[in-house]
C-alpha cells in the first residue's frame, strides 16, 4: 500500500493495525484471534470507537488492547472531529486502519493522513447498495445473491477500489438479521484474510485496480 505522497508503506511482519468500530465487533474479534498468531504478519496495536459502551471496546480491552474514543456529540463540528479522530488514530502510529463496522464517514484530514492505507468492509457486492443499509437495500431490491467486499477507503461513500468480494446467496426466508448475520461470517473470515495478505505481501492500487504484492 501507498502514503498519500506515493511512498510504499512498510508491510513487515509486525504490520501495525489500528481498527476502527462502532458495534459489536466481531470483525474485530476476527482479526485479534487472528493476530495472535506471529506468522498472520500484523498485529492490532490500537481501537478506536466513535462511541463509548459498545461491545467492540470490550472485546479490545479483555484483549489487553488500548482503545480511544472519539464520539462526534463531544465537538463542535465535524471538522473538529475528524480532526481530533485523526490524532487519535496517528498516536499508534499505525502502518494499516482497518474500519470494522465503523459506521461514518472520515473526512478529509484523516483521508490525508492515512489514505492509501486504509480498509472498509461492507456487507454487500459494491458498487451495489454502498451506504449504511447495504443489507436492507440489496434484500428489499430482491436480489438473489449478494456479500461482503473489501475496499480501499476514499473520500466518497463505499466507493474506494475493491481489494476481494465474497459472494452469498439470500434465502428465500431471509430478514435483513438473518441474512447480516451469514454475511458477517464470510466477512469476518474475508477481512482476516485480506489483511493478513496485505501485511504480508504488501497491497497494490492502481486506479480501480488492485492486486497483492508490492
Ligand atoms: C459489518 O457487517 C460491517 O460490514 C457493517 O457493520 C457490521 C459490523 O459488525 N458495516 P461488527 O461490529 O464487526 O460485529
Given at each position: 500500500m501507498q502514503t498519500p505522497s506515493g511512498q510504499p508503506v512498510d508491510v513487515t511482519s509486525s504490520t501495525r493495525l489500528v481498527v476502527l468500530v462502532s458495534g459489536a465487533g466481531s470483525n474485530l474479534a476476527a482479526l485479534l484471534a487472528a493476530h495472535t498468531?506471529?506468522?498472520?504478519?500484523?498485529?492490532?496495536?490500537g481501537v478506536v470507537a466513535d462511541r463509548p459502551g459498545i461491545r467492540a471496546l470490550e472485546l479490545a480491552q479483555e484483549a489487553g488492547i488500548p482503545t480511544a474514543v472519539v464520539s462526534l456529540k463531544d465537538f463542535p463540528d465535524r471538522a473538529v472531529w475528524d480532526e481530533a479522530l485523526t490524532e487519535a488514530v496517528a498516536v499508534f502510529s499505525p502502518d494499516l486502519v482497518v474500519l470494522a463496522g465503523f459506521m461514518k464517514l472520515v473526512g478529509a484530514p484523516f483521508l490525508a493522513r492515512f489514505g492509501g492505507r486504509m480498509l472498509n468492509a461492507h456487507p454487500a457486492l459494491l458498487p451495489s447498495f454502498p451506504g449504511a443499509h447495504g443489507v436492507r437495500d440489496a434484500l428489499a431490491y430482491g436480489v438473489k445473491v449478494t456479500g461482503c467486499s473489501l475496499i480501499v477507503v476514499d473520500e466518497g461513500v463505499d466507493s474506494g477500489p475493491i481489494v476481494a468480494q465474497v459472494a452469498v446467496p439470500v434465502e428465500d426466508d431471509d430478514d435483513e438479521a438473518s441474512l447480516h448475520e451469514r454475511i458477517k461470517v464470510a466477512e469476518r473470515a474475508l477481512l482476516v484474510d485480506v489483511v493478513g495478505r496485505a501485511a504480508r505481501e504488501g497491497l497494490v492500487v492502481e486506479g480501480r485496480r488492485t492486486r497483492f504484492g508490492r
Open positions: 498468531d506471529p506468522a498472520y504478519g500484523a498485529r492490532v496495536v
